[in-house]
């Protein structure tokens, strides 16, 4: 058997017949069939194996009072390029669409507030506007004014987030502001989540300066200096008929070039086997062996730990750390009629302290135009609001042992309560993400790494996904494009040495 590398293309001979390698990628959620995707484009032949009845994991949509809703995720940053990338190399960059310009607000001591401008993640910018915005106590103002004359906190090794920012600003400030900012990003803790991975801005301005609210002015105005500049439009995007839409795109995607997307496959072993991996997947009863000269494994941490067991077991022992967050999404249609007043801005965050059981409360037809545009042709007699409650943070799981019924009664009479809402929706929803969001503790980069570290000793293995470099959609696609690089390089070295094909399965 000969070898030849093509361009972007790998392409094995294997008596006179061209073969591609074939690479398994593990999950079909955006991160796996990103991966698979790219991987295509540089010429494997990709089977991707999905344990779920459908492929999408954390990105899917159904209807909702007659428009499609999504479930899941539902915006892009526009800040980083990999998911704006992705949309356009899909063709969908048509679709590409952005909220309306009204800020998220905060219920804070029992009322409805402006964030306090100029604020990163909550911590804030300036003293005059954390004043003003009154989402604080004045003893916690007073607190956090200390800041600005207190000497310098220095710190070396990563930390909570809760430790540094509450050592400048005191606990009102992580409790009310920047917690309830990272209970919308991870569903996390902030006396748990790491400074290094959750406020990577803040980290060299943690190092070097003395006062924290000066240097997130500082950074701000750099920020704004950038935009600017560059004109970069709105910091958020989403797509026409719901992010979800993004997946069938993938899917047709991917199985259009030859790929296989199946479902309710369940990968369940993974071993080395010569050069390349066997794999066991399917449901309970109906496994089978597949073979492949490369895998991706772009499932959640713990089920990739799982699988990592035998083969390498320095990384599973650090991927079983991570832990993860389950939560629920409520989405509610209301008449707009039957609002005291209508909704002001795209929404709110509630810090736990409120106690309340919603954390995040997005006016979902307020937010995006184009859903308030399909409301109106579905309904053109009768105005329709659509709104998503966001209900779980890590340490929560008591809440969510509720019933469908009675968890979206509890975010009913929150927003009743909290917004005015004389009369019960006319639809509902309830979402359930059981593990949802990986929590980025203390320490997270260095596990990342020696996870890493442990994986590449294995050619012919990567990672990728929510777990490693940042939850959100860009960080995933980015992570599986990388992962996609990493193996293509790989794969097309062994063509130069010769080596052939995985038997097939
Ligand atoms: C409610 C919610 C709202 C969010 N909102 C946003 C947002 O607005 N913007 C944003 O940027 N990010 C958001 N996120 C985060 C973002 O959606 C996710 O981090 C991202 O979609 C994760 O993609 P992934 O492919 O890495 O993982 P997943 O979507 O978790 O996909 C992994 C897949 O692997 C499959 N799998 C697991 N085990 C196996 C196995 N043994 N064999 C085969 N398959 C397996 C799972 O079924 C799953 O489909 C949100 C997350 C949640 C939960």
Redesign the pocket.
Known sequence: MAGCGRGHETIWKAGGMETKPHVVV????????TAAHRLIETGSRVTV????PR?????HSSPVAGVPVD???????TRRPE?LELVADLGLGDRLTHPAPAPARLYSRGALRDFPSGHLMGVPGGLTALARSGVLSWTGTLRAARDLVWPATTIHADVPVATYIGVRMGSEVVDRLVEPMLGGVY?GRADRLSLEAALPQIVPAARTRRSLMAAVREIKEEQAAKARDAAPGPVFATLRGG?ATLIDALVDRVTAAGGAVETS????ELRRDGAGWRIV?GPPGAERAVAADAVVL???AP?AA??LRVEVPEAARELERIGYAS?A?ITLAYRARDFAAPPKGSGFLVPALEGRTIKAVTFSSVKWPWLAEALRAAHPDEETVLVRC?IGRVGEEETLQHSDEELAALAVADLADICGIGRPPVEQRV?R?QA???QYTVGHEARIARARTAVAAHPGLAL????YDG??????VA??TEAARTLTTVLTERVAHGAGPALSD
């Open positions: 593990v999950g079909g959620g955006l991160s796996g069939l194996l999905e344990s779920a492929p999408g994991g954390k990105l479930s899941g995720a539902e915006s892009i940053l998911a569903a992010l496959t369940p990968v369940r997947a772009a499932c959640p089920e799982r699988l939560m999404v966001s979402t993400w949802g969001l990986p990728c996904g929510a777990a939850v959100g959609i860009p960080a995933c992570s599986a």
